[in-house]
Antibody, heavy 122, light 107 residues
Framework: EVQLAESGGGLIQPGRSLRLSCAAS????????MHWVRQAPGKGLEWVSG????????GYADSVKGRFTISRDNVKNSLYLQMNSLRPEDTALYYC????????????????WGQGTTVIVS | DIQMTQSPSSLSASVGDRVTITCRAS??????LNWFQQKPGKVPTLLIY???TLQRGVPSRFSGSGSGTDFTLTISSLQPEDFATYYC?????????FGPGTKVDLK
């Protein structure tokens, strides 16, 4: 069964750093692009960052550019999000997601979602 | 960045109704428009990608159409399990952006 499991969330003070992890199982991570999507309490979905299968393509939302870094370790079947200079407005449920496209240089929509990990910046 | 808008922001409908949700992009996104469904407290699910292609397992009462900047999600006959919030998302240009969502509830 294809699964994604996020970890690393928690309560953190403004200005500090946090690293989220996403463990993939049931598929080979290096065949797919991956994403982070977040949802603030009671709000809509916000795409945060994406990375293609070989890390050649990465992208960020303007709201996190320069503060967050996405990375992947295909050997460990894991995705990461390094979050620096955290702000209260970064408070959200952070979802890890698998890109629908198989072995593509381009990124597309998420078709497999984790359950999310909560980050509270306060 | 490409801005996405949706209308209406919410709607009330009955089981069996035909429901249409509109999504507009601030610039041409070709066919790279996706639709997601999210029920309260649940993870989003992909319904339609690349404008009109149904994700595997999604019922055929859902359909997508449009082109360029204007897109539509149609539910041909609303079922009890369809009451949820629906989001459009463009994947034409990074940063990918979601619309603000349309909440569909019971009339």
């Amino acid at each position: 069964e294809v699964q994604l499991a996020e970890s690393g969330g928690g309560l953190i003070q403004p200005g500090r750093s946090l690293r989220l992890s996403c463990a993939a199982s049931g598929f080979n991570l290096d065949d797919y692009g991956m994403h982070w999507v977040r949802q603030a309490p009671g709000k809509g979905l916000e795409w945060v960052s994406g990375i293609n299968w070989n890390s050649a393509t990465t992208g960020y939302a303007d709201s996190v550019k320069g503060r967050f870094t996405i990375s992947r370790d295909n050997v460990k079947n894991s995705l990461y999000l390094q979050m620096n200079s955290l702000r209260p407005e970064d408070t959200a449920l952070y979802y890890c997601g698998r890109d629908r496209r198989y072995s593509s240089s381009y990124l597309g929509p998420v078709d497999v979602w984790g359950q999310g990990t909560t980050v509270i910046v306060s | 960045d490409i801005q996405m808008t949706q209308s209406p922001s919410s709607l009330s409908a009955s089981v069996g109704d035909r429901v249409t949700i509109t999504c507009r992009a601030s610039q041409d996104i070709a066919i790279y428009l996706n639709w997601f469904q999210q029920k309260p407290g649940k993870v989003p699910t992909l319904l339609i990608y690349d404008k009109f292609t149904l994700q595997r397992g999604v019922p055929s009462r859902f359909s997508g159409s449009g082109s360029g900047t204007d897109f539509t999600l149609t539910i041909s006959s609303l079922q009890p399990e369809d009451f949820a919030t629906y989001y459009c998302q463009q994947t034409s240009n990074i940063p990918f952006t979601f619309g603000p969502g349309t909440k569909v509830d019971l009339k």
